[in-house]
């Protein structure tokens, strides 16, 4: 063989070998959650008081649902077409709500519709973050009662256990267990494949459910629950939307390819399976997952089924932390300390208050509800409402930023959002069975968000009322010009036109200005990253006044002083002890003013105050900072 030849081969051998592992990687952070869906689907559907009786056509009925539900829905909608609308490698509702108000950019009322909308998403998100591990802990626990009797009283004290031991470990990182994450869960997949091609190895008709026929049939033959089956249904469909959230740890490729290759054909057989042990043993209904392993088998299950539900709740809670970074680099999110977990990984993140909401959140659903049963019957909501809102979104790019023609757009559009808001629909009587405790929460982080928006806008006008135009400064310093000091004095400032309070207070209180000044702003674009030749924007006004603008994308987390060592303006002096920061922090007084209700500026108030200072986002050195502060009325 030559040397090329070998060359060749061993490049596409190493090639292979990183695609493998990336697949092996993307398996145990991206489909935890849909993966551990067996575990409740089919018994919530048999069991959970919808009406359906256990019988040849009705198990059939569901199956092909199941079925026609992961290929239409996940397969054709996320896998094929959504993963495809990244936001320069970035997914999750976030990023697409960043690339369809930039699509929009020529509509500026159908542009505010779209930020809402993506609030409205988010929001949801984070109430599915609560219920999932939740579920999923519970469903996996609960297979001790298929293996002991009378261990009933045990399952929610040692799901408790697991679930609070999980966010403990949360601000240590997952970089070191990460790491057998993606193998534990392929033992999963391939566990469920197994298991379920043995039960229809012994039942063999089930794969009649293939064929939709039997779909639309379940339809005809249950008119009265046959469109709210669906909210039992969607179950199967849970962690869809992570497929798109965790595209940038992976990329589309390896997403894709795992789906296809290992999770949905272990997904497919595994739901068979346990139809085919219901079909021949109706009182298998109660918990299919667990009878279809043989008795030797079972308490093995339990243990790889409780890890594989913690993979799965944690893949959820670093979802969390990562939208929340996204929305504070966006502006929707007060500002709030982010720990970086890894010196490798960049996404992993730890955010203590978002951590210990969720635990709160999940601890209460547990001791709530009880049981996976009682707690099916409040997921779905959070879940479908941020898949409609995901198709509302795509819509928005098929037109404006694909262009597909009209005669594409249209009827494919129609079709997704059918399916979305028929899952929706059935999903809404749970709002009062328990599933008011996501919409609730969801709805309280929506308000949440909104007016930290809205409060930011009406602080930035207030402020701007009384604000001194740059030129009209310059000149009057040219003309009766204060006493300069050695070194550089950097303001931030959120207005490029306009002079920064704290420069005019420290003018007055102090009668000085540095030799050099500079007007720092820092702006965040809704892309990921921005490339490091885009990052500066340097003007000299003269007279010493300089205005620098920094532009971060909303994956990165800004580093003022960094930045700055890179500045290319010779004249500019940024040594550490030659440079001095000043900040500007506001108090706000909520007053009669128009602009929000009472309670949303006194909110705003609150969430300003305790949100993490300029000090500590921009990575400042605390003993170069001068905070000036100032009292608003909004």
Not at 267 to 286: S, T
Request: net charge neutral; with cysteine.
């Amino acid at each position: 063989m030559s040397d090329a030849s070998a060359g060749t081969a061993e490049h596409q051998e190493r090639h292979s070998s990183s695609a493998v592992g990336m697949m092996v990687a993307a398996i145990g952070v991206v489909y935890g959650d849909i993966g551990t869906s067996p575990l409740y689907t089919l018994k919530e559907v048999f069991v959970g008081g919808y009406g359906v009786e256990v019988g040849h056509d009705a198990i059939l009925g569901i199956l092909s649902l199941i079925f026609w539900s992961l290929i239409w829905v996940v397969s054709i909608k996320y896998v094929l077409v959504v993963l495809r609308a990244d936001n320069e490698g970035e997914g999750g509702v976030m990023a697409l709500t960043a690339l369809a108000r930039k699509a929009a950019h020529e509509y500026p009322r159908l542009s505010s519709i779209l930020v809402v909308l993506g609030l409205f998403g988010v929001s949801l998100f984070y109430g599915d973050s609560m219920i999932t591990p939740a579920i999923s802990v519970l469903s996996a626990i609960e297979g001790l009662e298929i293996a002991f009797e009378g261990v009933e009283h045990w399952v929610v004290p040692l799901s408790l256990i697991v679930l609070v031991g999980l966010f403990l470990l949360q601000r240590h990182g997952t970089a070191r267990i990460g790491i057998i994450f993606g193998p534990v869960m392929v033992i999963w997949f391939v566990v469920l494949g197994v298991l379920g091609a043995y039960g229809i190895y012994q039942h063999p008709v089930v794969l009649q459910a293939l064929n939709p026929f039997w779909a639309a049939n379940f339809f005809v033959v249950h008119p009265g629950i046959g469109v709210a089956i669906l909210g039992a249904t969607v179950l199967a469909l849970t962690g869809a939307e992570a497929l798109y959230a965790d595209m940038g740890h992976f990329g589309r490729k390896p997403i894709s390819r795992a789906w296809f290759a290992l999770v949905l054909p272990g997904l497919v057989l595994n739901y068979f399976g346990q139809g085919a042990m219901i079909l021949f043993n109706p009182e298998a209904a109660r918990n299919p997952f667990y009878l279809l392993a043989p008795s030797w088998a079972l308490l093995p299950m339990v243990a790889l089924s409780t890890v594989a539900t913690v993979i799965a709740s944690q893949a959820v809670i670093s979802g969390a932390f990562s939208l929340t970074r996204q929305g504070m680099q966006l502006g929707f999110v007060p500002r709030m300390f982010v720990q970086h977990t890894s010196s490798q990984e960049q996404g992993q993140i730890y955010i203590a208050g978002v951590n210990w909401a969720l635990m709160v959140g999940v601890v209460l659903l547990v001791l709530g509800f009880e049981s996976s049963a009682a707690l099916a019957s409040a997921y779905g909501v959070a879940v479908t409402g941020t898949m409609l809102v995901t198709t509302l979104l795509m819509g928005v790019i098929f037109w404006l930023h694909w262009k597909w023609p009209l005669w594409l757009t249209i009827p494919f559009f129609a079709v997704m959002l059918l399916v979305d808001v028929l899952f929706f629909s059935a999903n809404l009587p749970k709002v009062l069975q328990g599933g008011a405790f996501p919409v609730v929460a969801g709805v309280a982080l929506f308000a949440l968000m909104t007016t930290w928006k809205r409060g930011r806008q009406l602080l930035v006008d207030r402020l701007d009322e009384g604000a001194l135009p740059l030129p009209l400064f310059i000149s009057s310093i040219r003309s009766q010009p204060p006493h300069r000091v050695q070194g550089t004095a950097v303001f931030l400032t959120a207005r490029a036109d306009a002079v920064p309070h704290a420069l005019l207070h420290n003018l007055l209180h102090n009668q000085v200005l540095h030799e050099q000044v500079v007007l720092l702003t820092v702006v965040n674009e809704d892309i990921p990253r921005v490339a490091t030749d885009r990052r500066f924007e340097v003007d000299a006004y003269g007279e010493g006044f300089f205005r620098v603008v920094l532009h971060y994308g909303f994956m990165e987390d800004p580093d003022i002083p960094a930045a700055l060592k890179y500045c290319h303006l010779n004249e500019l002096d940024f040594s550490p002890m030659r440079t001095t920061y000043f900040l500007s922090r506001e108090t706000v007084i909520p007053s009669k003013r128009i602009g929000m209700a009472r309670w949303r500026e006194g909110l705003f108030a609150f969430l300003l105050k305790n949100a993490n200072g300029n000090l500590r986002y921009f990575n400042l050195p605390l003993n170069r900072v001068i905070e000036l502060g100032t009292q608003v009325e909004i």
